[in-house]
């Protein structure tokens, strides 16, 4: 899916969380997002996967634009997303919660089930074979029928993405996917993302774990009070000197 983002404001109250953002992201490329706490980024997620409207501004996904669609429908067209904080069903199993993410697009006629059609349990057989594709994918399928709340953090972010990819998506938003993870599964994840986006699949993510960003970014837009400070390749943004000082001396500082 190709991403267009024009000219888009969000304002909270007198907040301007996105002020005038624009990028674009061609289909079955990774493009990363960076900046400070509160620099709009996870808002922009929002607006892209239609949790929020923008104030102003345009959208467009393929050629048409959608920013005043619900999030259903955006995840009917193929964006599905992860949460910087992780939203799972805990009490139900991994392959439960990867199966409610297929539902999301994949509405199951009614008629076949009330009635016990055979056409509805091959049905249900195919989305259980799906889901446990999912996990599969991101290195969780043995933890399949075990309940959410039984994984350690990054086993919970890793099925947050198997959730999403859940309903196929041609458009992945990943927000902090890699956050508390152990480095072995930040690089399985990175491997992950990788081959996704060789298979066409168009990824936008958010992270501040720069070695993940600038090892796998094509393309990265830096954020800062809710503009762009710069957008280029790794290398352009890592030598840019406003996002040393706003970001990565930062970031420094803090560690
Ligand atoms: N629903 C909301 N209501 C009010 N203000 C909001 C809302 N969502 C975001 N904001 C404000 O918008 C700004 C941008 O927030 P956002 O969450 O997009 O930042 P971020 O770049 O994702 O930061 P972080 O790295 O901490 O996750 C912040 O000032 C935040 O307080
Ligand atoms: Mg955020």
Redesign the pocket.
Known sequence: MFVHVKDVTRT??G?K?LDGISLAVKRGEVHGLI?P???????LINVLSGIIAPSSGEVILDNSPVQTLPAYKLAARGVARTF?NIRLFPAMTCLENVIAGQHLVALRPFFPRLFCLPSAGRQEKEHRRQAMDCLARVGIESKAHFPARALSYGERRRLEIARALASRPRLLLLDEPVAGMRQQEVEQVGSLIQSLAAEGMTILL?E?NMSFVMGLCATITV?NF?RTLVTGNPNQVSRHPEVIEAYLGASENNA
């Open positions: 909270f109250g907040v969380a900046g706490n509160g620099a709009g980024k996870t808002t910087q958010i501040h954020l809710g």
